[in-house]
């Protein structure tokens, strides 16, 4: 159990669905992160969120959508795909210290998403 | 910005012998570094971290660091390899994004494999 959990861990999808991605951390963070991990590319960050606000977009497609409703939960929501969005998502939390550098992350399972 | 060079995607060795796997990083202030550890289907796991206290790091499973700020290099070792220590490492630095919000760069990654 690492703290943080992905649901669900395999997803497979057609281009037209709606679909979300859930993450929940209960470790008392208050940073939380949606990262794509494709085969042969590095981690790409998507999101950041801060407090609940979101402080940073690395420039995502529309199709992806996030929300925060707390500190502890963000999700991913998904629609109409391209194969190419086929990855690895990874969730991570970890306590901004307010202006401090990181600590680490605590990084959930992952879903592996699959579009068809 | 900051930013780390993992050299070497692929590295193989034989079980016993020495693991050293190669990280340089690029920070314009002192940095915190990190060791992640990646098995397949599943996040990735904090190994070791230096936040400017030793400049030796050890961590979990027989891993250490060194931090050497005159290289400007993070390299993770393990004296003897074993079987279960094939997987995917990443090491990262701690940054500042756009919102000023905190968050790790990653490297693209170095697989290990383990020979018997």
């Known amino acids: 159990e690492t703290g943080v959990t992905q649901t669900p861990r395999h997803l497979v999808m057609g281009m037209t669905n709606k679909k979300s991605l859930k993450c929940e951390q209960h470790?008392?963070?208050?940073?939380m992160y949606w990262y794509k991990q494709s085969a042969k590319k590095p981690l790409e960050l998507m999101f950041v969120?801060?407090?609940?606000?979101?402080?940073e977009n690395n420039s995502v497609p529309s199709r992806f959508s996030p929300e925060c409703p707390n500190s502890s939960h963000l999700f991913l929501h998904l629609h109409t795909l391209q194969p190419e969005d086929s990855a690895l998502y990874l969730c991570?939390?970890?306590?901004?210290?307010?202006?401090?550098?990181?600590?680490?992350?605590?990084f959930g399972s992952g879903t592996r998403l699959t579009v068809v | 910005a900051q930013s780390v060079t993992q050299l070497g995607s692929h590295v193989s060795v034989s079980e016993g012998a020495l693991v050293l796997l190669r990280c340089n990083y690029s920070?314009?202030?002192?940095?915190?570094l990190f060791w992640y550890v990646q098995y397949p289907n599943q996040g990735l796991q904090l190994l070791l971290k230096?936040?400017?206290?030793?400049?030796l790091v050890k961590g979990i499973n027989g891993f250490e660091a060194e931090f050497k700020k005159s290289e400007t290099s993070f390299h993770l070792t393990k004296p003897s390899a074993h079987m279960s220590d094939a997987a995917e490492y990443f090491c990262?630095?701690?940054?500042f994004g756009q919102g000023g919000s905190e968050k790790l760069v990653f490297g693209k990654g170095t697989k290990l494999t383990v020979n018997p």
């Open positions: 230096y936040t400017s206290a030793a400049t």
């Open positions: 969120y801060n407090f609940k606000e979101q402080t």
């Open positions: 990262a630095v701690s940054a």
């Open positions: 920070s314009s202030v002192p940095p915190y």
């Open positions: 470790l008392g963070h208050n940073a």
């Open positions: 991570a939390s970890s306590q901004d210290r307010g202006g401090s550098k990181v600590l680490g992350y605590t």
